[in-house]
């Protein structure tokens, strides 16, 4: 069946590091990716969205990566912040109309 | 302000007793949507629905209903709740395929079935 992984340990790394989140997934190739940023007891919010022949997309400090054939996504946010503490998802293309959704990384910054 | 609302924001009730939550976009949105979100699995689509009138089963449709009425309006009913529908409910909505389209999420419903 379809999966998708994201490192269920959270990560915790000091201010003005770059945090890396990873997404993988098995059993299937999907064309689009997405990542969201959750808050304790809100909903999700949307960052980015890459295509598979994209490779790579910025948006002022994220950056986020696509490799089809590692079948993974990596997130990264340089210069991180304590104000960037919080889960971060990933979600897949899982058919035309519908994603499927990872369970998140929660992402600690340290003064 | 672009925004989509849920109502309640918190309900607890108990097993059997039929309940809607209520869900309203203001951007003109085509796809609607509603998921679940429990520890350790993730959000999981319930229902969607393409546009008014059209509707469709997500991964965990079982134990509830959803109607379109109206392009705004996307409540979720749950005829008979039992305890294992306890969770964090969230409504969303996109211009259109949320595969290609942002989401937009609402503040979510917390949810206890005694």
């Known amino acids: 069946s379809q999966k998708i992984e994201q490192n269920s340990e959270a990560l915790n790394i000091q201010e003005g590091k770059t945090a890396t989140l990873t997404c993988n997934y098995t059993?299937?190739?999907?064309?689009?990716l997405q990542w969201y940023r959750q808050d304790p007891g809100r909903g999700p919010v949307f960052l980015l969205l890459?295509?598979?022949?994209?490779k790579e997309k910025r948006k002022e400090r994220l950056k986020v990566t696509f490799d089809t054939t590692l079948k993974q996504s990596l997130f990264h946010i340089t210069a991180s912040q304590p104000a960037d503490s919080a889960t971060y998802l990933c979600?897949?293309?899982?058919?035309?109309?519908?994603?499927?959704f990872g369970t998140g990384t929660r992402l600690q910054v340290f003064p | 302000e672009a925004q989509v609302t849920q109502n309640p924001r918190y309900l607890i009730t108990v097993t059997g007793k039929k309940l809607t939550v209520t869900c309203s976009q203001n951007?003109?949105?085509?796809?609607m949507s509603w998921y679940r979100q429990d520890p350790g699995l993730g959000l999981r689509q319930i229902y969607y629905?393409?546009?008014?009138?059209?509707?469709d089963k997500g991964d965990v449709p079982e134990g509830y209903k959803v109607s379109r009425k109206e392009k705004r309006n996307f409540p979720l009913i749950l005829e008979s709740p039992s305890p294992n529908q306890t969770s964090l409910y969230f409504c969303?909505?996109?211009?259109?395929?949320?595969?290609?389209?942002?989401?937009?999420f609402g503040p979510g419903t917390r949810l206890t079935v005694t």
């Open positions: 890459i295509r598979e022949n994209e």
């Open positions: 059993n299937y190739s999907p064309a689009y």
């Open positions: 951007m003109n949105h085509e796809y």
């Open positions: 979600a897949l293309e899982k058919d035309t109309d519908k994603l499927i």
């Open positions: 969303a909505s996109s211009f259109r395929t949320p595969v290609l389209y942002e989401q937009y």
């Open positions: 629905s393409m546009n008014v009138e059209v509707t």
